[in-house]
Each structure stands twice: as structure tokens, then as C-alpha cells.
Nanobody
Framework: QVLLVESGGGLVQAGGSMRLSCTASGDFFDINPMTWYRQAPGKQRELVATITREESTDYADSVKGRFTISKDSETSTAYLQMNSLKPEDTALYFC?????????????????WGQGTQVTVSS
């Protein structure tokens, strides 16, 4: 079983910064990619940023230049540094990862989700 635990959410004023963390734990042999999604009330879940094993990154247009995703492979942790936050960044932020696990001796990639951490940006 693979567990993703997010932390770092909270309340911040517009223009402020916040850093989210997502740590993967459990029995897995590889994890790739690690991705942050967010979902605001009444809206669909959207991809915010993703980082691969090789540290290739991609961002939603709405956060380019303001958010930075990074990772620590030794601790299987992904970070999302969020700067110049706007009220429209308010959402529940979820961590997603694909983990390679062994089940009954067979290796397979498994989709894993965290519980989410709330980010609220006040105007």
C-alpha cells in the first residue's frame, strides 16, 4: 500500500507565499511522476504542476512563473512553492503519484492520491 500525505496548506493573503509538501510512504519500487492537482468549489479538478523522475516539469498556464514544483527523491517528497498567490488559487490541493508496486509477485504501476490540503487566499 502506498500512502501520500500532503501538508502546508492554510490561509494566506493575496500576494503571499506558501509551500506544500507531499510525501509518499509504503512499499513501492519507483514513483513517477508526482503531480499537484487542485479543485475549487463548483469546478473540475485541474492539474497544477507535475515533475518526473528525471525532474522534467510542466505547469498549468495559470500558475507559470508563480509556482515551482520540486522533489526530493531520497524521501519521495514533492514540493509546491507558491508565490504571488491570488484569490483564484483558493482550492483543495491534491497530490497524485504513480507508484510501481509488487502485488502477488507481479509488478504494476498504481495510481495514488492524497487526501488533499486546503489553500485559501484572501483578497
Amino acid at each position: 500500500q502506498v500512502l501520500l500525505v500532503e501538508s502546508g496548506g492554510g490561509l494566506v493573503q493575496a500576494g503571499g507565499s506558501m509551500r506544500l509538501s507531499c510525501t509518499a510512504s509504503g512499499d513501492f519500487f519507483d514513483i513517477n511522476p508526482m503531480t499537484w492537482y487542485r479543485q475549487a468549489p463548483g469546478k473540475q479538478r485541474e492539474l497544477v504542476a507535475t515533475i518526473t523522475r528525471e525532474e522534467s516539469t510542466d505547469y498549468a498556464d495559470s500558475v507559470k512563473g508563480r509556482f515551482t514544483i520540486s522533489k526530493d527523491s531520497e524521501t519521495s517528497t514533492a514540493y509546491l512553492q507558491m508565490n504571488s498567490l491570488k484569490p483564484e488559487d483558493t482550492a483543495l490541493y491534491f497530490c497524485y503519484a504513480r507508484a510501481f508496486v509488487l502485488t502477488a509477485g507481479v509488478g504494476r504501476w498504481r495510481d495514488c492520491w492524497g487526501q488533499g490540503t486546503q489553500v485559501t487566499v484572501s483578497s
